[in-house]
């Protein structure tokens, strides 16, 4: 099994470098009760990049839990559908 790497995620009140694993991003943003509109991305290009990692992990964590969350989305995965909902609405501002 791979070592698992870091990941800034840069918000309004700061970065967080966080262990790029499913239980500790959901850690995360749970205590830190972030949502999609905290983060603070600077362009698109990291915005996409970031909503793919996401998705991804969102993917991982949703497969591991499949048997015992009764079929509920991750955490991970609802943030990053929220990103995605931010990052993709023309002229939104957000991100540019």
Excluded: C
């Excluded at 790497?5 to 918000?11: A, C, D, M, N, S």
């Excluded at 609802?78 to 540019?96: E, I, N």
Aim: charged share 25%; aromatic share 8%.
């Amino acid at each position: 099994m791979t070592q698992p790497g870091f990941r800034k995620i840069p918000t309004r009140r700061g970065d967080y470098i966080v262990s790029w694993e499913p239980h500790h991003v959901d850690f995360l943003f749970r205590s830190e009760n972030l949502m999609p509109a905290d983060l603070s991305l600077v362009n698109e290009g990291q915005a996409r990049g970031l909503i793919r990692d996401l998705f991804l992990l969102g993917a991982r964590d949703d497969a591991v839990a499949a048997g015992s969350s009764g079929g509920r989305t991750s955490l991970i995965s609802r943030f990053a559908r929220g990103l995605l909902g931010l990052y993709s609405q023309p002229d939104s501002g957000t991100g540019k």
